[in-house]
T-cell receptor, first 111, second 114 residues
Framework: SQQGEEDPQALSIQEGENATMNCSYK?????LQWYRQNSGRGLVHLIL?????REKHSGRLRVTLDTSKKSSSLLITASRAADTASYFC???????????FGGGTRLMVKP | DGGITQSPKYLFRKEGQNVTLSCEQN?????MYWYRQDPGQGLRLIYY???????QKGDIAEGYSVSREKKESFPLTVTSAQKNPTAFYLC?????????????FGPGTRLTVT
């Protein structure tokens, strides 16, 4: 079953703008991960945030986690055309505590 | 180069035939995973292996089988019992199994069954 669910499903912005994607989940988690997938390719790990962390940064990426609302957000600042991809959140509610991936947000950054 | 390789990139089969997808890693990771991705969807876990000679069913194991005879290799067989096998298949690995570790993904195999 899909635990994390991303919102919006699709997002189109201009280069230089910020992009915000949200992920909601249903039960308590130990950590949450964000991945990126270019069209027709494998996923690439972006960032892992633990349940006792509220915010984490990596370059132009900023991830927040609100365990009271069971939600996380991924912010990409000063977006570039190369950021065009699908972004997935993954939580640890799968079989045997394996990762469960949401449906993803498809981000298009127009040059 | 270190990483995960999957072959072939595209695979075409007739309905009723079994087909085996290859996954090899040289990252010295203990855990390996197989996921299925349908168009516009997220990933669903088929099988995972925490260590050599061990594997566990994921959320959608029916119609699939795996083996883990070597640490580097985790092949997936899509059997004729899988009712809707056409999909994009992704293999991944991590240092150890579980939620605390980032997963490294291969480039995927797109399987089309007609």
């Amino acid at each position: 079953s899909q635990q994390g669910e991303e919102d919006p499903q699709a997002l189109s912005i201009q280069e230089g703008e910020n992009a915000t994607m949200n992920c909601s989940y249903k039960t308590s988690i130990n950590n949450l991960q964000w991945y990126r997938q270019n069209s027709g390719r494998g996923l690439v790990h972006l960032i892992l945030i633990r349940s006792n962390e509220r915010e984490k940064h990596s370059g132009r990426l900023r991830v927040t986690l609100d365990t009271s609302k069971k939600s996380s957000s991924l912010l990409i600042t000063a977006s570039r055309a190369a950021d065009t991809a699908s972004y997935f959140c993954a939580t640890d509610e799968g079989a045997g505590n394996m990762l469960t991936f949401g449906g993803g947000t498809r981000l298009m950054v127009k040059p | 180069d270190g990483g995960i390789t999957q072959s072939p990139k595209y695979l075409f089969r007739k309905e009723g035939q079994n087909v085996t997808l290859s996954c090899e890693q040289n990252l010295n990771h203990d855990a390996m995973y197989w996921y299925r991705q349908d168009p516009g969807q997220g990933l669903r876990l088929i099988y995972y292996s925490q260590i050599v000679n061990d594997f566990q069913k994921g959320d959608i194991a029916e119609g699939y089988s795996v083996s883990r005879e070597k640490k580097e290799s985790f092949p997936l067989t899509v059997t004729s019992a899988q009712k809707n096998p056409t999909a994009f298949y992704l293999c991944a690995s991590s240092i150890e199994a579980g939620f605390s570790y980032e997963q490294y993904f291969g480039p995927g195999t797109r399987l089309t069954v007609t």
